[in-house]
């Protein structure tokens, strides 16, 4: 059913490059993975000039921590004030399960920002002995995609192509 004058597709073909162009992995906007370049915006880098590459987490909200060290720098600066007056002797049982309470809000105010906020995904790698951040991500699924594609051109270039040794070797097979 192939119309008259319709130019076909070559087979795609993963290794090497198809027609001069190098084998595409990954391609968002602003984010390309070949097996040859990892392009991010503006910047570029070679895959054979990348090595030890890691994934980590960044750094966490800094307004959720901001807002974690005031309220437990408030809460203990009350907690101080109530003992040197002493303001604590004075208190209910009551009153100290709410004092104990109130003593968890640093904690829940942390936990929710990075419920809310969590720290980014980040892509590292060394070029040239340096390390350098790759990639950063909010999204989990996105990140998970660059790079598992980076880490694929990062094998294809470090053994030559695409060609698995088990994939390619005769194994025994009984005779039917």
Known sequence: MEREGATTRPPWSPGGTAGGRPTLLYARP???????????GSTSWRVAELT?????RGPHDRVAMRAALVSAAVIGGIGLALGFTGGLHRLTAGA??????????????AAAGDRWRPPAYEL??????VPELLFSSDDEHQFGQVSRALRRAFEIHRHGGWEDPLANADLWRPRR
């Open 96 to 109: 100290y399960l709410l004092l104990g309470v109130v003593f968890l809000v640093p904690i829940l105010v």
């Open 52 to 56: 030890h590459l890691h994934t980590t």
């Open 30 to 40: 602003g984010i390309i993975v070949t097996a040859d370049r990892f392009t991010v």
């Open 124 to 129: 590292w790698g060394q070029r040239g002995g």
